[in-house]
């Protein structure tokens, strides 16, 4: 069975210290990754996601990934945060493929505070 | 809006009732899915939809879940018989996906519904 793991349940970082969140997944196939934000009283929101090519991916907010086929790892990055991305971030994998294409697996997610 | 709706957004319940939980996704999404986020267990897939077919159910917890789509829009899920360990925030999505083999369009996701089982 595919399953996510994040391996930091919360992290407490100052203003524009770097971000590093562990993301590693378990699934023999080709896969599409994501990682998710949920903001204090927000919905769940699309941060950036990997399909195919470039494994450096780059999302909103000055977010970014690199997907590491030979570790299962897609680890979430950001060189100087800022209070506001106080949220809890979900990283998510989805088969390439079959009839679970889609059905995104969460891991269990990584609250951040940033403090000012 | 122009986004996932989902009503109500708080349902307190005694245990033992059934309870109906509504989703309207984003106009034209022909994918729904249902999620449930609970305390321990992070978020876990509970149903998709194409259409109004449900082709993987794989992720409902026990027979007491159920969930149907008609004309291709609204979704209900229905928890019969609800239980203490019903109680979750449940999450539902919808995203454009115009053929099972097709890249899957990003997933847009509701305010979830609390359910509280008391």
Known sequence: AQSVSQHNHHVILSEAASLELGCNYSYGGTVNLFWYVQYPGQHLQLLLKYFSGDPLVKGIKGFEAEFIKSKFSFNLRKPSVQWSDTAEYFCAVTPSYGGSQGNLIFGKGTKLSVKP | ?118
Do not use: M
């Open chain 2, 1 to 118: 809006g122009a986004g996932v709706s989902q009503s109500p957004s708080n349902k307190v319940t005694e245990k033992g009732k059934d309870v109906e939980l509504r989703c309207d996704p984003i106009s034209g999404h022909t994918a729904l899915y249902w999620y449930r986020q609970s305390l321990g267990q992070g978020l876990e897939f509970l149903i998709y939809f194409q259409g109004n077919s449900a082709p993987d159910k794989s992720g409902l917890p026990s027979d007491r879940f159920s969930a149907e789509r008609t004309g291709g829009s609204v979704s209900t899920l229905t928890i019969q018989r609800t239980q203490q360990e019903d109680s979750a925030v449940y999450l539902c999505a919808s995203s454009l996906r115009l053929v099972i083999s097709a890249t899957p369009g990003e997933q847009y996701f509701g305010p979830g519904t609390r359910l509280t089982v008391t």
